[in-house]
T-cell receptor, first 114, second 112 residues
């Protein structure tokens, strides 16, 4: 149980374009979803927390107009990287939680901006 | 802000050996979680600890939540090659919406 999927697993886009990443909880309803970014050999950095039907809460230093998060249902959250630039290239991982405590992570999305 | 200090940062061991890693913090956490991450994948939850002093096992893995709620350790017994990966501890803060604070990770290498 507690399976989270992400799509796509890999995406390459040109500088200036936008990319949408989907995160789905497959076998449970997620009251909260989280978006992380991870650089090579480093720990996960929380970008934002989203609750279904409300605006996401962004961590300090994360541009909310650049990283648009939508949590339309209890099983789906999306992260859109707008006007992507090479420095946005990274590994993006979502997680989902149905109660305070455990978070279940998706497999991640490798974004490369050329 | 809250920080978790995870040690060691890396370990190189022989197959069959036992492994121990720990996390400490100056802050109190409601829950401690231990994850394993393989290259190019998302972290997988290994063990969740909810009560101070709690000792929990999952196969060859054993973890304990410190009495002060500020530390935790993870032990792996009789390591095998598939134990290779990066292990992260994470503390959960309930009054911050369940946000996780991660340790820096322990990279485990197992020599057959």
């Amino acid at each position: 149980g507690a399976v989270v999927s992400q799509h796509p697993s890999r995406v390459i886009c040109k500088s200036g374009t936008s990319v949408k990443i989907e995160c789905r909880s497959l076998d449970f309803q997620a009251t909260t979803m989280f978006w992380y970014r991870q650089f090579p050999k480093q720990s996960l950095m929380l970008m934002a927390t989203s609750n279904e039907g409300s605006k996401a809460t962004y961590e300090q230093g994360v541009e909310k107009d650049k990283f648009l998060i939508n949590h339309a249902s209890l099983t789906l959250s999306t992260l859109t990287v707008t006007s992507a630039h090479p420095e946005d290239s990274s590994f993006y991982i979502c997680s989902a939680s149905y109660s305070l405590g455990e978070q279940y992570f998706g497999p991640g999305t490798r974004l490369t901006v050329t | 802000g809250q920080q978790l200090n995870q040690n060691p940062q890396s370990m190189f061991i022989q197959e069959g050996e036992d492994v121990s890693m720990n996390c400490t913090s100056s802050s109190i956490f409601n829950t401690w979680l231990w994850y394993k991450q393989d290259p190019g994948e998302g972290p997988v939850l290994l063990i969740a600890l909810y009560k101070a002093g709690e000792l929990t096992s999952n196969g060859r893995l054993t973890a304990q939540f410190g009495i002060t709620r500020k530390d935790s350790f993870l032990n792996i017994s009789a390591s095998i090659p598939s134990d290779v990966g990066i292990y992260f501890c994470a503390g959960v803060i309930y009054n911050q919406g369940g946000k996780l604070i991660f340790g820096q990770g322990t990279e485990l290498s197992v020599k057959p």
